[in-house]
């Protein structure tokens, strides 16, 4: 996808392995554990697009595929991927909670969509995990923690790397893999990126 169609902003609470991709020209930032006034511009960027696509998709029905298809234009999706949610909520939680309730609560109709990694059953609190449709669940040290986080399932995925479950109309396993070797992924990324640069002229917002 051009960044005509996606953009993408990165907050990694994690290892920091995301910088790789702050040159792609879908991303508008890679934002880290100690950009405070990032994390804050950040929230209010996408509270303000909200705003603006709610006020643009009134006579569309409201949504985004709707005043896409309707209109002939064209408007980029955003997705927002936070790694690492516990210790963003660690350092951010108590300015921030509020805000990502109501912005994931409507989002994904104004095209904005967020996806957010934790470690523990309760990373997430429930009343914003409510918002977050789709739930993806690798490898659990305790296997009744399967049936928490996926509706009291009884199924347990294979003991292998990047084997999970994910409820869709039921409950699923699936294989998570990354496409080359551990080695040689941040070559082959910065080689892509580069490749993107080159391609498109333009870029996601900073």
């Known amino acids: 996808y051009s960044p005509v169609e996606l953009q993408m902003y990165l907050l990694d609470f994690g290892s920091e392995t995301l ?9 508008g930032d890679v934002v880290f554990q100690q950009d405070a006034d990032k994390v804050t511009n950040l929230i209010r960027m996408i509270s303000s697009i909200m705003e603006q696509r709610r006020k643009l998709f009134a006579d569309f029905g409201g949504n985004y ?4 298809k309707t209109s002939g234009k064209v408007l980029p999706n955003i997705v927002v991927i936070l ?10 939680g108590d300015s921030t909670f509020d805000s990502l309730i109501t912005i ?9 969509y967020f996806i957010m ?24 040290n305790d296997k ?5 986080l996926l509706s009291r399932t ?12 994910v409820k869709l109309d039921t409950v699923y396993e699936f294989q998570a893999a990354v496409p080359v070797q551990q080695e040689e992924l941040n070559t082959v990324v910065t080689a892509k990126v580069k490749e ?5 002229k333009t870029s996601a917002p900073k």
């Open 19 to 27: 910088r790789m991709y702050r040159k792609a020209p879908q991303v």
């Open 144 to 148: 009744y923690d399967y049936s928490t």
């Open 65 to 68: 595929i709707n005043y896409c």
């Open 154 to 165: 009884k199924l347990e995925p294979a003991a292998f790397p990047g084997r999970g479950l």
């Open 83 to 92: 790694n690492g949610y516990e210790t963003f909520s660690e350092n951010y």
């Open 117 to 140: 990694t934790c470690a523990s059953v309760n990373g997430i609190r429930s009343k914003l995990a409510q918002y977050l449709p789709n739930h993806l669940v690798l490898q659990m």
């Open 196 to 200: 993107l640069c080159e391609k498109y």
């Open 104 to 112: 994931t609560r409507d989002c994904q109709k104004y095209g904005i």
